[in-house]
Every structure is written in structure tokens, then in C-alpha cells.
């Protein structure tokens, strides 16, 4: 059974720094394409990052380039994303997610979730 588990969320400051963490379990993540979404009260889950396992290729949605950096320890079987410079608007539940077919930054192309990260991010 595949699980994914995610932390490190929490409280910062604007301008302050969090590393998430997804642990996953049932599969060999260095073999899939893993990635970050996010999903803000009242507003559709959005993509954030993605890694995939043969080069650590990575995309990111533009909100986050230069400030936040997906990638993966295979020997922990772990996804990280790293978030800099973080604002009010990076908050967020955040979730990783094992991705399947189709376009990398839509959600219906993943098809495990965790159960989410709080990030809040205070101004």
C-alpha cells in the first residue's frame, strides 16, 4: 500500500525559510515522478514542483522558481522542497504526490496524496 507522509510545515515570518518533507512508503520513489501542490482556503489546488527520477529533472510553477527547490534523498525514499523567501501567499496546505500520466501540472495526473502540510506564513 502506498503512503505518503509529508512534514515540516508551520509558522514563519514573511521572508523566513521552511523544508518540507515526504517521506513515502510502498514504492521506490527514486522510480516515479514526485511533486509539491498546494492548496490555499477557499481556492483549487494548484502545482508547485516537480522532480522526476532519471536526471532529478525539475519544473517549477513560476511563483516559486528562485525561491523554492524541490528535490529527493533516494536512500530515505524522501521528497524535499525547500522554501525561501517565503510571503503571505505561499499559505497553504501543501501536499506531495506520486504522479501517473498526463500533464505534470495538473492534480488529476497524480494518483497518491498525502495527507498535507500547514504552511502558514505571517506578514
Known amino acids: 500500500q502506498v503512503q505518503l507522509a509529508e512534514s515540516g510545515g508551520g509558522l514563519v515570518q514573511a521572508g523566513g525559510s521552511l523544508r518540507l518533507s515526504c517521506v513515502a512508503s510502498?514504492?521506490?520513489?527514486?522510480?516515479?515522478?514526485m511533486g509539491w501542490f498546494r492548496q490555499a482556503p477557499g481556492k483549487e489546488r494548484e502545482f508547485v514542483a516537480v522532480?522526476?527520477?532519471?536526471?532529478?529533472?525539475?519544473y517549477y510553477a513560476d511563483f516559486v522558481k528562485g525561491r523554492f527547490t524541490i528535490s529527493r534523498d533516494n536512500a530515505k525514499n524522501t521528497v524535499y522542497l525547500q522554501m525561501n523567501s517565503l510571503k503571505s501567499v505561499d499559505t497553504a496546505v501543501y501536499y506531495c504526490?506520486?504522479?501517473?500520466?498526463?500533464?505534470?501540472?495538473?492534480?488529476?495526473?497524480?494518483?497518491?496524496w498525502g495527507q498535507g502540510t500547514q504552511v502558514t506564513v505571517s506578514s
Open positions: 504526490a506520486v504522479y501517473s500520466r498526463g500533464n505534470y501540472y495538473s492534480s488529476p495526473s497524480y494518483d497518491y
Open positions: 510502498g514504492l521506490t520513489a527514486s522510480r516515479y515522478v
Open positions: 522532480i522526476n527520477w532519471r536526471a532529478g529533472s525539475t
